[in-house]
Structures are given as C-alpha cells and as structure tokens.
T-cell receptor, first 115, second 116 residues
Framework: GNSVTQMEGPVTLSEEAFLTINCTYTATGYPSLFWYVQYPGEGLQLLLKATKADDKGSNKGFEATYRKETTSFHLEKGSVQVSDSAVYFCALSDPGAYGNNRLAFGKGNQVVVIP | GAGVSQSPSNKVTEKGKDVELRCDPISGHTALYWYRQSLGQGLEFLIYFQGNSAPDKSGLPSDRFSAERTGGSVSTLTIQRTQQEDSAVYLC??????????????FGPGTRLTVT
C-alpha cells in the first residue's frame, strides 16, 4: 500500500523562526496528500491538503506543495508562534477495498516553539 | 455543527475483559473509519464502513477485534479478551463520501484505552 515517511525526531525552534517538516511518499497512482495537526489535549485536525501534482495547500500561514517529481509534500511556515506547538502528521490516501479511502500516516513530528 | 463524538473518552480495563468503544459520526457523513494511535505503531487504519456496504476489515489486528455500524450512523468497536498491547488511543473519523480521495476525514477526540 501507499506510505509516507516523515523526518525523524522532535523539532524545537524559537518564535518567529522558519519551520520545515519533510515528508516523502511512496504510492501507486495519484493519491491526495494531507497534513494533520494535533494540539496538546486535542484531536487530529486537518491543516491542509493537495489533491494533484503541483497543487499548493495552505492554511494558517502553513504551506505544502505536492511535488510528484520528488514524491514530497514538505510543510513550511515562515514565522512560527508558540501556539503552533503541536504534533504534525503527514498523510496520504491509500485506497483499499469497497471504495475505502483510508489514510496512511507518517510517524508525526513534535514541534515545540520557544518564546 | 457537531463534530465526530466518541465515548468513553478514557477506559481502563483489566486484561482479559471485553470493551466497547462508540463513535457518532458527523450527520450526513456516509463513510466512517476507525484508526488506532499507539506509541510503537503510530496511526494505523483498522476498519472502514461506507453506507450499508460491506466493511473493509483489512486493518483489524486480530479476530478479537470487531466493529459494527448500525443504521449507517453510529459505530461500535469491540475488543474481546483485551491484552496489554491493545492499550492505545482509538480514533474514529467520518467523511462525506468514501469513494473520492479529496473528501477529507474529520476525526473525533478519541478513546484512550488502558489495559492493566
């Protein structure tokens, strides 16, 4: 099935720093790509998505571009805030039986923003 | 509007007992998914329901796990004879239609299961 790989380990950075979280994928066909975020004590929330090559998803200052040639969907934000501290998951659609569009998730990256 | 709800939010059970976890999807969403989030395995797909069609059970880790969806809405995940490795957060998600990948999934807050 389809799968994603996220860079290892937590990310700690200062407020207003530039954030990049790498995500690469392996897939057959043309999956949709997603970034989900999990704030402390809360459930998974969709942050942004892209459904075809060269699409750019954006939300709350975060961006990610669907790069078919490098099979990547890196997440970026130009100036992070303390409130961006959360766990970020890269995911892609991994079609199964009976029209199943389950998601395959990366391991997630804990992002800690220090004031 | 109301999001996906799950109950209970926390469940502590003894090894060998059966547990039932409940999910109420967003009204009108025909597709429903169960996932499991654990430290060792990350987020894993368990089972998928679409309307009244046959479910895709390919992610269930053992025959101790089962799920049903009544009336195309509420779903219950049952774990029989729980084991310590079943300890995890069980997440439910729903989407408007399961046959198009662009329809994003909306997640509930999860049920944290601890097996002692």
């Amino acid at each position: 099935g389809n799968s994603v790989t996220q860079m290892e380990g937590p990310v700690t950075l200062s407020e207003e720093a530039f954030l990049t979280i790498n995500c690469t994928y392996t897939a057959t066909g043309y999956p949709s790509l997603f970034w989900y975020v999990q704030y402390p004590g809360e459930g998974l929330q969709l942050l942004l998505k892209a459904t075809k090559a060269d699409d750019k998803g954006s939300n709350k200052g975060f961006e990610a571009t669907y790069r078919k040639e490098t099979t990547s969907f890196h997440l970026e934000k130009g100036s992070v805030q303390v409130s961006d501290s959360a766990v970020y998951f890269c995911a892609l659609s991994d079609p199964g039986a009976y029209g199943n569009n389950r998601l395959a998730f990366g391991k997630g990256n804990q992002v800690v923003v220090i004031p | 509007g109301a999001g996906v709800s799950q109950s209970p939010s926390n469940k502590v059970t003894e090894k060998g007992k059966d547990v039932e976890l409940r999910c109420d999807p967003i009204s009108g969403h025909t597709a429903l998914y169960w996932y499991r989030q654990s430290l060792g395995q990350g987020l894993e797909f368990l089972i998928y329901f679409q309307g009244n069609s046959a479910p895709d059970k390919s992610g269930l880790p053992s025959d101790r796990f089962s799920a049903e969806r009544t009336g195309g809405s509420v779903s219950t995940l049952t774990i029989q004879r729980t084991q310590q490795e079943d300890s995890a957060v069980y997440l439910c998600a729903s989407s408007l239609q399961g046959t198009t990948s662009s329809y994003e999934q909306y997640f509930g807050p999860g049920t944290r299961l601890t097996v002692t």
